[in-house]
């Protein structure tokens, strides 16, 4: 039986909708919501969506059920009313600085309040001026533009698993927030930048790096190279009313070659380089019995969270750096000489779809003892478009250019990456042979490719198990199982983003679905289109081992193409002073007290500990404090006196540790 | 109980609160009053402490206590005054009374705690207390009906009382 719900008097089929405003815009009524995302748990904090329903009366449509024969009204007098009081209400406290704001073309309440035909705002301020957010490399945190829709919280919490910014406050005072108010730079934030993504306003916006762009370009002594990841070819149209599934690699290029960019390269060909040198990183742990699963290292915002998180799982990542990190080392090395310029005079700008990019290129490691850096800018794609536009070029108009070798020379391979499961599919393609894996004519491995959050595949013939998932809560559920064992894979890909790269928050803002996957779909034709599909194919690849790294993963290939991660701590100062002396010369204790030293013991020994110093007099000569992690947790429980780090700590033998120290200075 | 070891009990009593409420989320808001009994605030590294055992962010945990007006994040002074202004309370002559005790205290609405810790003056939204409205309480003591003038005299004589323990 076919169920119907009446939307303005008219007959809407009522099949699998959860919410009246779904079904709504089956009836093509667009109910305005800031709050309302399908991805996210529905929250009805906007109000804007409210609806009246024949008996019942006003009604939040996001958060409520259809029945059979619901009679709703999208636009009666009542409702429009409230809207407009709600939006009112919004703008009197909003900063209005909208020319000025990076979000003006795409604001949801410039585009909300513009429908519902607002003139004047009846109201006054009533919020105070925030401070705004600066610390971060990557985003910029306005809580003045806020309209506290509680998106960013969501996606930070439900898909991210992170929730380094919540609620804070209460009434006229509550305001998104990092925990005590910090800065997202020094909280747990990895700088996915979905929350500036999902923001309907200017709240949180990608940090422009665009000045420093400019200074470069516009330095006659400087030389300045542009990398392009894979997934801002598939995006970057948008920004120029260009469908999304328009080709616009050539536009673009020829468009920074107009901008003033000397010579413009393709990341693709470093992601070559990744497929070379991490196939054969993996190659050589599964024969020689190395830590598995190898876990891809492209993400930085997934580093950083492995960092943060997963500490016993860190010789797991591939020592491979990223494919941005890698061209910038190569770029550095080479180019000098090829394009006869000084090493300090070449500037190296990314165009990336991702906000990480930018703290990943300011990593300490990837800056080399001369103080240069191997990438000096990253910018997002959202930002190479406005310099396009700054410029005046027209962007549709302009006829295409191809990258320049050759590092601009990348195979189909390279060009996936920028999807979930392409660095998977681009290495499997690499070691097909190697593990006897049937592929296809149209080289196509269809097991790894797909929309899924977690996507299993298993290959020849049992001998080669691979995971795919992307989003951090999916890749956090996936690292518990194989810490627990309770999993077992021999590759795992990890990418932060939904839908990986094409789905950065560094792409221009995403209204649709449809978007989305038209971005995944062109940048898998563009494979289809290439001459050559696989890394090992790639003649430049073959120059550069012959030129400079010999062979994959050697030492030349270690010191330039490869890194090393540490545990890194949540908050700043996530570790907890419990006894302080004051003694010049005194030994530090450290107790782990993190979930799995405390279930071996480590409270207790914390405790004993305290009162063997309490009871002896000893406090001026240590300093005790609880902490988190100290990376070990298969060894726990974990404690630290001076420099000695004891795993499996037993009480008898660190009190006996602690009674040598103090016995070394009560003389 | 030597002061250098202070530190090391409240830390073991924020252990034992954290156990008795079986370190589960949903306990979230009596660990935080019991925590907050112990350190009369809730200070910073031991909210961190709190999430990060209980498998909550940070900021979650921020925003709880940030939430109820119960909570402090900021150390308190000894004795602790607050003064209702809920609706009754206001009706009947409350703002009076918090202007007499700022003026006194030279606190303000953003300055709650006097520079030498002694007092603590806030605000609460209702202490469902409405028939003895406006209600004063100072140090878990309820004073109902009081004018500026009481309130006042309440201040004076914890004066005496701290001067004659000094």
């Known amino acids: 039986m076919e169920k119907y719900v009446y939307i303005n008097d008219r007959p809407v089929l009522w099949e699998e909708e959860i919410n009246i405003l779904e079904l709504a815009r089956k009836a093509h009524i667009d109910i305005p919501t800031f709050c309302y995302h399908s991805d996210l748990s529905v929250y009805g904090a906007c109000r804007l969506c409210m609806v009246e329903v024949e008996g019942r009366g006003l009604v939040t449509s996001c958060s409520t059920q259809p029945f059979e024969g619901m009679r709703v009204k999208t636009h009666t007098e009542q409702v429009l009313k409230l809207r407009k009081t709600i939006v009112e209400m919004l703008l009197a406290n909003h900063d209005q600085n909208c020319p000025q704001c990076s979000r003006a073309t795409d604001c949801k309440l410039r585009d909300i309040s513009n429908r519902l035909n607002i003139g004047k705002v009846r109201f006054r301020q009533t919020r105070e001026f925030k401070s705004v957010d600066l610390g971060s490399d990557c985003l910029v945190r306005d809580p003045n533009k806020c309209v506290l829709c509680g998106d960013c919280v969501r996606f930070c919490d439900e898909i991210q698993s992170i929730g380094a910014i919540d609620f804070a406050g209460r009434g006229l005072e509550v305001n998104v927030a990092s925990a005590y108010g910090k800065s997202l730079a020094q909280v747990d934030c990895v700088n996915c930048g979905q929350c500036a993504a999902v923001c309907p306003t200017g709240a949180i916006v990608v940090k422009s790096d665009i000045p420093q762009a400019w200074t470069a370009i516009h330095d006659p002594s400087k030389t300045v190279v542009a990398q392009i990841a894979p997934a801002v070819r598939v995006a970057l149209g948008e920004m120029f009313g260009l469908a999304a599934n328009d080709m616009t690699t050539g536009k673009m290029v020829a468009a920074m070659k107009i901008i003033g960019f000397d010579q413009v390269y393709d990341t693709s060909f470093a992601a070559d380089l990744t497929v070379v040198e991490e196939a054969n990183e993996f190659i050589a742990r599964k024969s020689k019995g190395g830590k598995l699963p190898i876990f891809t290292s492209c993400c930085p915002a997934w580093v950083k969270f492995a960092e943060q998180s997963f500490p016993s799982l860190l010789d797991n990542l591939s020592s491979c750096r990223s494919p941005q990190q890698m061209f910038g080392a190569i770029a550095k090395e080479r180019l000098p000489k090829l394009l006869k310029v000084d090493k300090k005079d070449l500037v190296v700008v990314s165009i990336m779809p991702c906000t990480a990019k930018k703290y990943e290129c300011k990593r300490p490691e990837f800056t080399r003892e001369d103080g240069i850096p191997d990438v000096d800018i990253a910018l997002t794609t959202q930002e190479i478009g406005r310099m396009i536009k700054e410029a005046g070029i027209d962007f549709e108009s302009v006829e295409p250019e191809s990258f320049d070798l050759p590092m601009g020379f990348a195979t189909g391979a390279g060009v996936i990456f920028g999807n979930s499961g392409g660095v998977s599919e681009a290495v499997l393609r690499y070691a097909a042979d190697k593990f006897n894996i049937p592929v296809p004519e149209n080289i196509v491995l269809q097991e790894v490719r797909g929309v899924s959050g977690l996507r299993e595949a298993t290959l020849a013939d049992g001998n080669l198990k691979i995971a795919v998932v992307h989003g951090l809560r999916n890749a956090r559920e996936l690292c518990d199982k194989i810490v627990a064992g309770e999993a077992e894979y021999d590759i795992v890909e990890v990418m932060a983003c939904p839908g990986g790269c094409t789905g950065g928050a560094g792409q221009p803002i995403v209204l649709t679905h449809k978007q989305r996957r038209d971005r995944t779909t062109t940048l898998y034709h563009a494979d289809r289109t290439m001459p050559m599909h696989r890394a090992q194919d790639n003649p430049f690849i073959h120059e550069l081992y012959d030129e400079l790294l010999i062979e994959p993963n050697s030492h030349k290939a270690h010191e330039l193409l490869h890194t090393a991660y540490r545990h890194r701590k949540r908050i700043d100062d996530d570790e907890l002073s419990i006894s302080t002396g004051d003694a010049k010369d005194r030994c530090q204790i450290r107790v782990c007290v993190g979930t799995s030293c405390y279930l071996r013991g480590s409270q207790d020994i914390l405790a004993k500990t305290l009162q063997l110093v309490e009871e002896n007099a000893w406090g001026n000569y240590f300093d005790i404090a609880a902490t988190f992690c100290s990376e070990k947790c298969d060894k726990g429980p974990n404690v630290t006196v001076g420099d000695k780090v004891i795993h499996r700590a037993e009480l008898a033998h660190i009190k006996q540790l602690i009674t040598e120290e103090a016995a070394r200075r009560v003389k | ?166």
């Open chain 2, 1 to 166: 109980m030597s002061t250098q070891y202070s530190a090391a009990h409240s830390f073991n009593k924020v252990m034992e609160i954290l156990d008795r409420y079986d370190r589960s989320e949903n306990k979230i808001i009596p660990i935080l009053q019991a925590v907050q009994e112990e350190y009369r605030y809730l200070p910073q590294e031991v909210l961190t402490f709190i999430a990060t055992s209980l498998g909550v962010s940070p900021a979650r945990l921020y925003g709880v206590a940030t939430f109820y007006s119960h909570f402090s994040l900021e150390p308190k002074g000894k004795h602790i005054i607050k003064m209702c202004d809920g609706t009754a309370c206001h009706v009947r002559g409350s703002s009076k009374v918090i202007d007499a005790i700022r003026d006194r205290l030279k606190l303000s609405a953003k300055k709650i705690t006097t520079d030498d810790m002694m007092y603590t003056f806030e605000t609460v939204s209702c202490l469902g207390a409405c028939g003895l409205a406006p209600v004063l309480v100072v140090d878990d003591e309820i004073h109902g009906q009081i004018t500026p003038e009481q309130a006042l005299a309440l201040i004076d004589k914890i004066d005496a009382e701290e001067k004659e323990n000094a």
